[in-house]
């Protein structure tokens, strides 16, 4: 069955840079969420969106910027970069009008800032 | 205090055992509870969930939550050296595209 793709899966960047992480759902899922994960931590929800517009949202800092666009994919668009930042990013997907809570997780992207 | 509470463990119990792990919540209003397998490195994946009190079976694994108590379990019979990793609970209101609360997940050593 197909799965959540995440890219890059592994992702270098100095401080102050910025990133662009790229989620494409489950096909026919229209909702996506994005996490953030750091070592020997839970996933911590940053934001979703449904349909295209933003859902609901987490802790996600005010420099980071999330979209979904007409084929649902979604892209978490990373600015000023900081050490901090460094950790696991999840993208997972679901049938937001059905069942939400039945959330499907991505591989992730592995961010270091350096 | 975080609104999902999971001992993080480690937990070892031999091959064969049956397992049990267990998560509290704080949050009336979750409604639906998750619980998702992760291993190192990984994606969670989702073993199964659960809508408000009751059990529900899934193959080996069977997930129980009291509403009540405010308390969560997911047990796993005839544990494999493969089931070793780490569990997390989680937990929704149910009311649309919200993030899920998890809890700190438990690691999880199944010794052959």
């Known amino acids: 069955a197909a799965g959540v793709i995440q890219s890059p899966r592994h992702l270098i960047k100095e401080k102050r840079e910025t990133a662009t992480l790229k989620c494409y759902p489950i096909p026919r899922h229209d909702t996506v969420y994005w996490y953030q994960q750091g070592p020997g931590q839970d996933p911590q929800f940053l934001i979703s969106f449904y349909e295209k517009m933003q859902s609901d949202k987490g802790s996600i800092p005010d420099r980071f910027s999330a979209q979904q666009f007409s084929d649902y994919h979604s892209e978490l668009n990373m600015s000023s970069l900081e050490l901090g930042d460094s950790a696991l990013y999840f993208c997972a997907s679901s049938l937001g009008g059905l069942a939400p809570y039945e959330q499907y997780f991505g591989p992730g992207t592995r961010l270091t800032v350096t | 205090q975080k609104e999902v509470e999971q001992d993080p463990g480690p937990l070892s119990v031999p091959e064969g055992a049956i397992v049990s792990l267990n998560c509290t919540y704080s949050n009336s209003a979750f409604q639906y509870f998750m619980w998702y397998r992760q291993y190192s490195r990984k994606g969670p994946e989702l073993l199964m969930y659960?809508?408000?009190?009751g059990n529900k079976e899934d193959g080996r694994f069977t997930a129980q939550v009291d509403k009540s108590s405010k308390y969560i379990s997911l047990f796993i019979r005839d544990s494999q050296p493969s089931d070793s990793a780490t569990y997390l609970c989680?937990?929704?209101?149910?009311?649309?595209?919200?993030?899920?609360?998890f809890g700190k997940g438990t690691h999880l050593i199944i010794q052959p």
């Open positions: 659960t809508y408000s009190s």
């Open positions: 989680a937990a929704d209101s149910g009311g649309g595209a919200d993030g899920l609360t």
